[in-house]
Nanobody, 116 residues
């Protein structure tokens, strides 16, 4: 059974930082592209960042220079370091594991609220 469990969300003031974690089980982690997506109230889910098995990364323009994605293949965990947070970063953040022809899995999400 595949599980992706996110943690690290919470309430933070504008300009603050948070670090999200997503730990996977039931998959061969190193084979998967790992990604973070977010969904704000009333909006569609959008891509935030992803990292492939070789460590190559891709970011949405809205988070470039502020967010950093990384992975630990031994621990089966992907991280999202979020700095200089803005109110518009408020959303539920979802972890995704995708391997073409093998599987596409989602976590249940963790809420990030940026507010003073």
């Amino acid at each position: 059974q595949v599980q992706l469990v996110e943690s690290g969300g919470g309430l933070v003031q504008p300009g603050g930082s948070l670090r999200l974690s997503c730990t996977a089980s039931g998959i061969i982690f190193s084979r998967y592209i790992m990604g973070w997506y977010r969904q704000a109230p009333g909006k569609q889910r959008e891509h935030v960042a992803r990292i492939d098995s070789a460590g190559s990364t891709n970011y949405a323009d809205s988070v470039k220079g502020r967010f950093t994605i990384s992975r630990d293949n031994v621990r089966g965990t992907v991280y999202l370091q979020m700095n200089s947070l803005k109110p518009e970063d408020t959303a539920v953040y979802y972890c995704n594991a995708r391997a073409i022809g093998i599987g596409d899995y989602w976590g249940k999400g963790t809420l990030v609220t940026v507010s003073s």
